[in-house]
């Protein structure tokens, strides 16, 4: 074979190469991956595990409680953040078919179901029935981890919100909350110490209590603190990186 036969050869293979389509695969291990020119390897594909999950309004028993107007409850628009007026005293309410709802409600991210499901857990603690909301407790660990399995950071703060508080008014709460740490702790444990690197610009997520990282800490610290003797090592059986903070 002479020179110029190599070199006309040569040329027709470019210009096939150059006419032919960039192929995509993610088949590393392929014999067709060493022809960079034709195929292009891909990155593999993400599991999704900690994608946002939009809850799902058609099945939600606290939305078709809500249309229904099951709640003794109206949005009073009088005050500025807003508030709930109660049509029935909170100590007559049967808290074992409210709670659960109204924990329900917390996935929910449209006004008002967001506002409703929030406050009126809020007005229900402050109303200082602890023995009757422990008695509960095993209730609301499903609309608990359903929140929270959202991933979504604006739902795990509210769900974060009301569990720190529900721990600093009782303090009975922690140690009944850590019997449930497999169903509740490992998303806890994925926005834990997960900040935000803004450089040198300012964020006022922690005035506002929505950053979630810093929510994740507190709520890890106080139930550490409040959880008994065997908190520390629960905690850290779910979420390794964790430290503790009170030594023992």
């Known amino acids: 074979m002479d ?17 032919t389509k960039t192929k995509l695969t993610r088949n590393a291990f392929s014999r067709e991956v060493n022809n960079t020119k034709i195929f292009k390897l891909l990155p593999p594909k993400t599991s999704g595990v900690f994608k946002k ?16 107007n099951d709640f003794p409850i109206i949005v009073d628009h009088s005050v500025r953040e807003g508030s709930l007026r109660w049509l029935t005293p909170i100590e007559n309410l049967d ?5 659960p709802l109204f924990f329900e409600g917390l996935k929910h991210k449209v006004f008002p179901y967001d506002f409703i499901a929030r406050q009126a857990i809020v007005d229900i603690v402050n109303e200082g029935l ?10 609301l660990v499903i609309p608990i981890k359903d929140a929270l399995s959202t991933y979504d950071p ?26 449930y740490y497999r169903q509740i702790l490992p ?19 922690q005035r506002k209590q929505r950053d979630v990282a810093r929510l994740a ?30 030594h023992r």
């Open 3 to 19: 020179i110029a036969t190599t070199i006309k050869k040569y040329e027709q293979e470019k210009k096939q190469i150059r006419f």
């Open 53 to 68: 999950k939009i809850a799902d309004s058609k099945t939600s028993d606290f939305i078709k409680c809500y249309k229904r």
């Open 95 to 99: 808290l074992h078919f409210y709670l």
């Open 130 to 139: 602890h023995v009757r909301i422990l008695t509960v407790l095993p209730q």
């Open 154 to 179: 604006d739902v795990v703060c509210a769900v974060l919100q009301i569990l720190i508080r529900m721990m600093v008014s009782n303090k009975d709460f922690a140690p009944a909350l850590l019997a």
């Open 187 to 205: 998303v806890i444990g994925h926005f834990w110490r997960k900040y935000n690197n803004i450089g040198d610009h300012i964020q006022y997520n």
């Open 217 to 246: 800490d507190d709520f890890l610290v106080l139930l550490e603190a409040l959880g008994g003797n065997n908190a520390f090592m629960l905690i850290k059986y779910m979420v390794p990186r964790y430290t503790p903070v009170f």
